[in-house]
């Protein structure tokens, strides 16, 4: 009993040690300064675009628009280092493929809604393998591939610290402004329609919202792990409260709690922050499902 | 009669989704104040009807005019209630964020609803019975309750004509009547068309019933026989009207 409480007290220690010496890091490491700026500003996108997704249950569109995005930035660097256009970063690639596979899927799920599982697949396997293939013709290091695959937030520029900021303020103002028409369309596309809200430019413009937020997550966790930071904070925010706007105020929080909890435990033993963030969600979650069956079963005994 | 009595008009209005028509040269009046069961069978064209009304399909042939308008120009004047079978039931909304939905169109278009769209909002949900359930999460009403939000949300919009598709599908008997009479007290103000399957009980509450089974039919209630009822139906259908006492002789 003893020597188990020394060990637990230990490692509260050394849990100590990690995170006063990541606060310490941060105070003087632009880096990590940079990386928690982008972390605590993707958040925000995140937590509002992830509710309406998991409101809407479509985290499988997210995540055909999140695989295309390495089409993007495939040619992007492509374009950057072979043809040498020197202003192209893969960013900005990001942004053009996520626009382009968030109209074509909306458009297909609005016109031919039982081809739309058919297209999402194709458009997310055929987005991936473009980007695998300019990859490949352009020299370099594969590191860049694995950062865009599970994301490296310590490798954020100054200037896709901007890019990330201006997504992020476009996704708020639009998500705040449209709320209601948005609301209406996830809940009742039909009944929105009588009510002479053009329901296929709203679905649309929520689509392209979601991709923008999937680019801004990519640089945090990568294309890979998008759909758990944008599906768990909005799943664990769902259980405790029942407005959307509240769901949206929980998963933003939540979400700035795990990617800032994942700089910080990931930066002394040099893990991957962005596998750390997304391991921090899902224990999240899992721990808020047993609670809920904990606190649901209790009353009944 | 005059126009401004007229609330729904049909002129030989003909409708396919392909070849054959689900809907065949049908003309009818409903007039202001109204209340109209659409009865028939299933298949028989009734959810194309209100589609036609909703101005949703544009029919092929002839001419509808909905308070005086085509339909997608009388929309905001529409109150709307679909089937809620097709609603996701986990959705993230209270009561209140349900039947605000029916302010769109009336409301500005950005940015949130105005203290008038909460007030007619409130009205509604009392007009139904749930003003004390407001803040209610959707998911912990029951499916009576979550009906009558539906309907409250149709109501929000201040619409001069009210159309419920299948109002009382899943419901109690006993919250069946209450909706009914909830319904006859509205009916007061504005006119009311339903979609039932209730064929039975169609003359204890409605003024009209509009038949259809590809042809359109309409009768007064009062005139309606269990023999025009079993002919739509092509089986025996039993009546009850609204002296409760039983008019089909056939059906015995």
Known sequence: MGAKCDSFIAIIRIRGRVVIEFIEAVTYNTILQNALIVGVVASVACGIMGSYIVARRISYIAGGIAHCTLGGMGIARYLNRVVGWSWLEPLHGAVAAALLAAVIIGYVSLRARQREDTVISALWASGMAIGILFIARTPGYGEDLMSYLFGNILLVSTNDLYLVIALDVVVLALGLIFYNRFLAVCYDAEFARLRGVNVEFYYLLLLSLVALTVVVLVTVVGLVLVIALLTLPAAIANHFVARLWQVMLIAIAISMGCTVAGLAISYSPQLPPGATTIAICAAAYLLTLILKRTFQSSPQT | ?252
């Open chain 2, 1 to 252: 009669m005059t126009d401004t009595d007229v609330a729904i008009k049909f002129e030989n209005v003909s409708f396919a989704y392909e070849r054959e028509n689900v809907v065949d040269n049908a003309s009818f009046t409903v007039v202001d104040r109204d209340f109209v069961g659409i009865i028939g069978p299933n298949g028989g064209g009734k959810s194309t009807l209100v589609k036609l009304m909703l101005g949703v399909l544009k029919p092929q042939k002839g001419k509808i005019e909905v308070l005086g308008h085509a339909p997608h120009r009388a929309c905001s004047r529409i109150g709307y209630m679909p089937q809620h079978s097709n609603l996701d039931p986990e959705f993230p909304v209270t009561a209140i964020d349900v039947v605000l939905m029916g302010r769109l169109g009336i409301t500005s278009s950005v940015g949130p609803y105005g203290s008038k769209d909460r007030n007619a909002a409130m009205k509604a949900l009392e007009e139904v019975g749930l003003a004390d359930h407001f803040n209610r999460p959707l998911k912990s009403l029951s499916g009576g309750q979550r009906q009558r939000v539906l309907i409250a949300r149709a109501l929000a919009g201040e619409p001069q004509l009210l159309i419920l598709d299948e109002p009382t599908a899943n419901l109690d008997p006993a919250v069946q009547d209450e909706l009914y009479d909830q319904l006859r007290e509205l009916n007061k103000k504005i006119t009311v068309v339903i979609v039932s399957h209730d064929v039975g009980f169609i003359s204890l509450y409605f003024k009209t019933a509009i038949c259809v089974s590809r042809q359109v039919h309409t009768h007064s209630t009062h005139d309606l026989t269990s023999q025009q009822v079993t002919d739509m139906y092509g089986r025996e259908v039993r009546l009850i009207h609204r002296d409760h006492s039983d008019t089909g002789a056939c059906c015995d």
